[in-house]
């Protein structure tokens, strides 16, 4: 097989099993076996880059390459269609088509999919260009992003139309969602609200790669173009199917109205068992013979229309306001309410997110207040029954504009919505969240320690920051709530383990504003060791990839503050890892230190490359050449005559291979 032949061959297959995977969901091989053929894929593209193919399975991968997105014109506008919220506007859409049409119809009945829309085009079988709705006359250019889709084919199989388009719609999966606003969470990054914000944030993200790792997947609904399989667009898309689009499995013909709500009753309950968030149903004449009849309106078609689910809510009443200081400071209010039924769950509490959402409700204690739980995880409030209010207007709830644990004096920073308790050092839900933090599983992993203890030791006044932790004793701890030997043992154990964590967990452990795992990585990459990090400034951060203005600010006011540095100092002194490991920095010693090494001659034990590795692994220098200054030779067999008449000359010892083990202690 020539190189050309096995690249071509690589390519067809991964597709093949990238359909079987992400379409079908029936895969053949095991995700090793498709990466490894990916891999060699990406390598022979390498080394090969004169057979280099946009559609080439290996552009699923993404790139870091910042593009600004071009404005391309939709060739037929993307519209939006009209929605409805009951049965009896349902009634109405089918009532009308019926009039207009005059014949027997069918509608197509499908669902909703809650995500951003898109629209692609195939030339040839090949994806050519995919486009965002934009203003619907015209949208970005996100075919880059696209292509790392893996439910998006980037090339059809079967008897597709030379040029078409087809539409649809990208989503982010619920679990995908979850596990990224988790990982946001950890890394102190703002939450996406829900699947929908995070699916176009992300395709909209400039670096392709960042889509790629985001598992985002499609679900195609909506085929235009000449030369299309059949009259009917549900046949048309069962036809799409086998070129390898992934279209839903829950379309339904129907040929009354009956049959519509149905099919409407049974999705509002079953939509909560689907991997992807839906807001409706969609209702669409099947004929495109009869859609082309029926036409358009201005803004949306009129052989089709929306039917939105009633998202999830609930009336109850507001009791208070509180307001809860996480450990970064930031202030969170939070509603109280009258306890209410809402999707399965009793609610008792409700964000209100920040102040300017309180004062855009115009929020009084006592009112009757809309809680929903659309596609967010916290519920939230969403509206105030004004009517429902008396005489009696209760009080105005009004931000605090004090620390409801210190009573320090609330700050805002520019471009942000929160307020925050600027007393980092001494606040106690901020020292007590920042322990919590350092301890935790991804930072300095103190087995046996976990909030409630932490809370204890706060409480009893062991500890006050995360440096006393290093003071603990057993016996300080011990029969305090009745913790045995065995459980302070354990502690004190987990404690002193941690004083072997790596310099970047530990730089992330310390819970400086927006410097999360990654960041903490980069940070630990680019310093050798905590001094480096201290003194450097917001130019030399920002040099950093992908450490930008607000992360480099932090750090710089982290180490500003007099404490913190006083803290890490403490840290120091307790014996955690402030400096990087260089990679095989294990077993580093200082017994050749200040030595100037010459190696000589072959040897038996190891090659010459790995006794200068040796060498300078125990704090030694190679240098090539002999002078008064080499300290010694390394000296294996066949040693050149020159190199040692020169040696004898200047009385420089000669060391040979085991002497030399002996030396560093390898014998
Ligand atoms: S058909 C001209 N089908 O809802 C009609 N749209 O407000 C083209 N959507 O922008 C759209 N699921 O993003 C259609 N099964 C479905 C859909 C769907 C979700 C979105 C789409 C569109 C919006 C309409």
């Keep these: 097989m020539t190189i050309k032949e096995k690249i071509d061959h690589l390519r067809i297959e991964l597709h093949?099993?990238?359909?079987?995977?992400?379409?079908?969901?029936?895969?053949?091989?095991?995700?090793?076996?498709?990466?490894?053929?990916?891999?060699?894929?990406?390598?022979?593209?390498?080394a090969h880059p004169e057979y280099q193919d946009e559609?080439?399975?290996?552009?699923?991968?993404?790139?870091?390459?910042?593009?600004?997105?071009?404005?391309?014109?939709?060739?037929?506008?993307?519209?939006?269609?009209?929605?409805?919220?009951?049965?009896?506007?349902?009634?109405?859409?089918?009532?009308?088509?019926?009039?207009?049409?005059?014949?027997?119809?069918?509608i197509c009945c499908e669902l909703k999919y809650d995500g951003t829309s898109i629209s692609l085009t195939y030339e040839n079988g090949k994806l050519v260009q995919a486009v965002t709705r934009g203003d619907g006359e015209k949208g970005d250019d996100v075919t880059d992003n696209v292509k790392t889709i893996r439910s998006i084919p980037l090339i059809l199989h079967g008897?597709?139309?030379?040029?078409?388009?087809?539409?649809?719609?990208?989503?982010?999966?619920?679990?995908?969602?979850?596990?990224?606003?988790?990982?946001?969470?950890?890394?102190?990054?703002?939450?996406?609200?829900?699947?929908?914000?995070?699916?176009?944030?992300?395709?909209?993200?400039?670096?392709?790669?960042?889509?790629?790792?985001?598992?985002?997947?499609?679900?195609?609904?909506?085929?235009?173009g000449d030369n299309l399989p059949s009259d009917g667009h549900y046949e048309n898309l069962q036809v799409a199917r086998t070129w390898g689009f992934k279209i839903s499995e829950h379309m339904k013909k129907a040929s009354c109205l009956q049959e519509i709500f149905e099919y409407i009753k049974y999705w509002d309950t079953e939509r909560k068992n689907l991997p992807v968030a839906t807001d409706g149903i969609v209702l669409k004449v099947n004929s495109i013979r009869q859609q082309r009849n029926l036409g358009y309106t201005a803004k949306s078609p009129r052989w089709a229309i929306a039917y939105k689910f009633q998202a999830e809510r609930a009336l109850t009443r507001l009791n208070k306001v509180t307001y809860q200081v996480g450990r970064t400071g930031a202030i969170t209010p939070v509603a109280n309410l009258d306890p209410v039924q809402l999707s399965g769950t009793i609610v008792r509490r409700a964000s209100l997110h920040n102040a300017d959402i309180i004062e855009g409700l115009d929020l009084h204690i006592g009112d009757m207040v809309y809680v929903e739980k659309g596609g967010e995880i916290i519920p939230k409030i969403t509206g105030v029954d004004k009517e429902a209010r008396s005489a009696s207007l209760g009080e105005k709830v009004r931000f605090i504009t004090h620390c409801p644990e210190c009573g320090s004096q609330l700050v805002r920073y520019e471009g942000e919505a929160a307020y925050y308790c600027p007393n980092e050092t001494a606040c106690p839900p901020q020292i007590k969240g920042k322990i919590e933090h350092f301890i935790s599983r991804r930072a300095m992993n103190i087995d046996g320690l976990g909030p409630e203890t932490v809370d204890l030791f706060y409480q009893m006044g062991l500890i006050k920051d995360v440096s006393d932790?290093?003071?603990?004793?057993?016996?300080?701890?011990?029969?305090?709530?009745?913790?045995?030997?065995?459980?302070?043992?354990?502690?004190?154990?987990?404690?002193?383990?941690?004083?072997?964590?790596?310099?970047?967990?530990?730089?992330?452990?310390?819970?400086?504003?927006?410097?999360?795992?990654?960041?903490?990585?980069?940070?630990?990459?680019?310093f050798s060791d905590i001094a480096h990090l201290r003194s450097a400034d917001v130019n030399t951060l920002t040099n950093i990839d992908e450490i930008g203005e607000k992360i480099a600010q932090s750090i710089v006011s982290y180490f500003a503050n007099p404490q913190n540095c006083a803290l890490v100092e403490r840290l120091e002194n307790a014996g955690?890892?402030?400096?990087?490991?260089e990679e095989g920095q294990q077993g580093r010693t200082e017994r050749l230190a200040g030595q100037s090494i010459v190696i000589s001659g072959v040897f038996a034990h190891h090659s010459r490359d790995e006794y200068k590795e040796l060498i300078e692994k125990n704090g030694g220098k190679?240098?090539?050449?002999?002078?008064?200054?080499?300290?010694?030779?390394?000296?294996?067999?066949n040693m050149g005559p020159a190199k040692l008449e020169k040696a004898q000359k200047l009385g420089i010892r000669i060391v040979d291979e085991e002497e030399f083990l002996q030396m560093i202690d390898e014998s």
């Design 159 to 224: 008897d597709y139309p030379p040029l078409f388009e087809i539409r649809g719609e990208i989503l982010m999966p619920w679990t995908s969602f979850e596990a990224l606003n988790r990982e946001r969470e950890l890394r102190e990054e703002p939450l996406f609200a829900n699947p929908r914000n995070a699916a176009s944030g992300t395709l909209k993200s400039q670096n392709s790669a960042v889509v790629a790792n985001r598992k985002l997947d499609a679900y195609l609904y909506y085929l235009l």
């Design 16 to 46: 093949r099993h990238n359909y079987n995977y992400y379409v079908l969901n029936a895969p053949e091989i095991s995700d090793k076996e498709f990466d490894d053929m990916m891999r060699e894929l990406q390598d022979l593209e390498k």
């Design 55 to 106: 559609n080439s399975p290996t552009m699923r991968v993404g790139s870091d390459l910042n593009k600004d997105f071009r404005q391309v014109a939709h060739k037929y506008p993307m519209l939006s269609l009209g929605n409805t919220y009951s049965e009896t506007e349902v009634a109405e859409f089918y009532e009308r088509v019926r009039k207009a049409l005059n014949e027997d119809f069918e």
């Design 576 to 581: 955690l890892q402030f400096r990087r490991l």
């Design 469 to 526: 932790l290093y003071l603990l004793r057993a016996e300080n701890i011990m029969g305090l709530q009745r913790m045995g030997k065995k459980s302070a043992e354990n502690i004190i154990r987990g404690i002193e383990a941690s004083k072997e964590v790596p310099f970047e967990r530990v730089l992330f452990a310390l819970g400086i504003r927006f410097v999360g795992e990654t960041v903490a990585k980069k940070l630990a990459r680019s």
């Design 622 to 637: 190679n240098v090539g050449s002999i002078s008064s200054k080499t300290s010694f030779i390394l000296a294996g067999e």
